[in-house]
C-alpha cells in the first residue's frame, strides 16, 4: 500500500503488487483482511449483509505519476 485515504462512504487505495495478481484478487485480499481486523476490534459493526459491500473499482496509473495520483489522494482526505 502506497497510499490510503479513508471517507465515510469509500476508501481510496494507492498500491504496488506483482503482476500474478489479479485486481480482483488484490481487493479481495484488503477487504477480507481489513474485515477480519475490525470485526474483531468492533464487533458491533457485524451485519449480514458484511462490513464491505462487494463491488470496487480499480484503475491503472498508466501514464499519471505516483506524485499526482499521491496528491490526489491525500486532497480526498481532506474533503
Same mark, same amino acid.
Not at 503482476?19 to 483482511?33: E, M, S
Given at each position: 500500500?502506497?497510499?490510503?485515504? #479513508?471517507?465515510?462512504? !469509500?476508501?481510496?487505495? *494507492? &498500491?504496488? =503488487?506483482?503482476? %500474478? +495478481? =489479479?485486481? =480482483?484478487? #488484490? &481487493?479481495? +485480499? ?5 474485515? @477480519?481486523?475490525?470485526? $474483531? @476490534? *468492533?464487533? !458491533?459493526? %457485524?451485519? %449480514? $449483509? ?5 463491488? /470496487? /473499482? &480499480?484503475?491503472? =496509473?498508466?501514464? &499519471?505519476?505516483?506524485?499526482? #495520483?499521491?496528491?490526489? #489522494? $491525500? $486532497?480526498?482526505?481532506?474533503?
Amino acid at each position: 500500500m502506497l497510499s490510503l485515504s #479513508i471517507q465515510p462512504d !469509500h476508501v481510496h487505495l *494507492f &498500491v504496488s =503488487a506483482p503482476p %500474478r +495478481l =489479479a485486481p =480482483a484478487q #488484490i &481487493v479481495n +485480499l484488503f477487504k477480507g483482511v481489513s474485515s @477480519k481486523k475490525l470485526l $474483531e @476490534k *468492533f464487533p !458491533h459493526l %457485524r451485519t %449480514r $449483509e458484511g462490513l464491505w459491500s462487494r463491488t /470496487y /473499482y &480499480v484503475g491503472s =496509473a498508466g501514464t &499519471v505519476s505516483e506524485e499526482t #495520483i499521491r496528491r490526489h #489522494i $491525500e $486532497e480526498c482526505q481532506d474533503m
